[in-house]
Structures are given as structure tokens and as C-alpha cells.
């Protein structure tokens, strides 16, 4: 059965596990992940050993990993785990361990960048229509915005009017939307940067769930996701039990 078949029934039933919310002492863990790749020089990736490392400790120690969306109905020992900007290596190194488990993530995509090699310390491809569509075909890979093309230190949404980022986003929507035939209501800001203008701009292109980098657990507010930034040589279980 699976997670959400399982609410419903449970909603109709009247049984409903407790919510973390209401469980004193627990918030949900939603972790911020970027490249995986051997680049010693790169700060915000992590090796596939280091990554393999990590999710086999989350799962020694019970966790669950659920989408962004279902963190309203998150339950003890439930985390999320994202992946920003959208590179192939989440196909190769991070998929076959998360798919093996039957645990949820979430990619967020900058449009611009799809299908093209992505701008970072060196240019590395990123996922293109075709993996985007296999992999969420798999019902456990799920996709968020990451803008369409604000990803940048002097172009990104501090800069910008709240009807040009409305644009960007709105822009986003219809990639994605030719793409997956849905609408998208996940969006991670690029650097962590936002303002009350493109919250509101966020809003009005469809986005529910908004992702910050401000370092800390998921408390019930959507529209100001706090993340726990993984990256090379960190003290993941002291940044899990932070």
C-alpha cells in the first residue's frame, strides 16, 4: 500500500498516526543536496561513497524519506531529501540506492538548464527531458523549480521586479508543463535568496511549498522551508541531530 493510499483510508477510518507536529521534540529533516561527483575541489557535492555512506546510516537509523508535498502529514522519523539544480549524476549515483530503499526525492530544476551542461566550479551535464520523464515515471523522483533562469549571483530574484520574477516563473510552468503534464508547486530559491515581492510572485505561479537554504528542521511553515545543507567532509549525523 502505498504512503498516501494509506492516509486516505486512514483519514475515512478515523486512525490517524500521530502528526510530528503534535509529537513534542521532533521536527522533520529536509535535507539540501547538489552534485555527487569525486570534484575535490567542490564544496557543495558529495562522492557517491560519501553519498552511499549517508543514506545507509539514515536508513540503519529508521528514517523514512517522503516528497515536500506530504510534509504537512509528515510522521516521526520522516525526512526529505533535494537535490538542486538538476544534475545527471542523481541519475547514476543517487536513483538506484533511493529507489532500492522505496524513499522519495525531490530534483529541483533550473529550466534554462535542462538537457545543457550546468555553469558550476566546471561545466557538468544536467538531466535532460527524457531522464526527467523516466525517472518520475518511477513514482518515488519527484521535481521542483529552481526558476528558469534567475540562478545568478547578479540575476536572481533580489534584483528583480515582482512581475519579471512572476514571468521567470510562470516560464518555468510551461517547460514543465510540456514536459510532465502537470503543474509544478515545489520551489527551491537559487543561493536562498528571496523577498516579500517574489513570495508573492511564488504564490501567483502556482507554488505551495517553498524551499529557503536557512539551516534548521520543517516547523509547519510552507512558505518558508528551512533546509540542512549537505555537502563535502560535513558532520552529517551531527547535522542530523542539530
Not at 18 to 33: C, E, K, N, T, W
Not at 47 to 56: V, Y
Not at 189 to 196: A, D, L, R, S
Not at 203 to 213: H, I, K, P, Q, V
Request: aromatic share 12%; proline share 4%; glycine share 6%.
Amino acid at each position: 500500500m502505498k504512503r498516501r493510499d494509506f492516509l486516505k483510508i486512514a483519514a475515512i477510518t478515523g486512525f490517524m498516526p500521530i502528526s510530528v507536529f503534535a509529537a513534542r521534540g521532533y521536527q522533520v529533516p529536509v535535507l539540501m543536496y547538489h552534485d555527487i561527483n569525486e570534484d575535490k575541489k567542490d564544496h557543495f557535492s558529495v562522492s557517491p561513497k560519501i553519498f552511499d555512506h549517508q543514506m545507509k546510516w539514515l536508513k540503519y537509523k529508521g528514517y523514512n524519506a517522503i516528497p515536500v508535498t506530504e510534509l504537512s502529514n509528515a510522521m516521526e522519523g520522516d525526512i526529505v531529501i533535494t537535490f538542486d539544480d538538476g544534475f545527471k549524476s542523481f541519475k547514476e549515483y543517487a536513483a538506484p540506492l533511493l529507489l532500492d530503499y522505496k524513499w522519495h526525492a525531490t530534483i529541483n530544476l533550473v529550466g534554462k538548464w535542462i538537457g545543457q551542461d550546468i555553469p558550476d566550479i566546471k561545466l557538468r551535464p544536467g538531466l535532460n527531458k527524457e531522464e526527467i520523464k523516466q525517472l518520475h515515471a518511477t513514482e518515488f523522483v519527484h521535481f521542483g523549480c529552481h526558476t528558469y533562469n534567475l540562478h545568478s549571483l547578479k540575476r536572481n530574484v533580489e534584483h528583480m521586479k515582482e512581475k519579471q520574477i512572476l514571468n521567470d516563473l510562470l516560464k518555468f510552468q510551461t517547460v514543465y508543463r510540456d514536459i510532465l503534464g502537470e503543474v509544478c508547486h515545489v520551489l527551491a530559491w537559487p543561493f536562498g535568496k528571496y523577498t516579500p515581492a517574489s513570495v508573492r510572485a511564488a504564490n501567483m505561479a502556482g507554488f505551495e511549498y517553498l524551499l529557503t537554504s536557512h539551516p534548521g528542521k520543517y516547523t509547519g511553515k510552507n512558505n518558508r522551508i528551512k533546509r540542512l545543507e549537505i555537502v563535502k567532509n560535513c558532520d552529517f549525523s551531527g547535522t542530523m541531530n542539530a
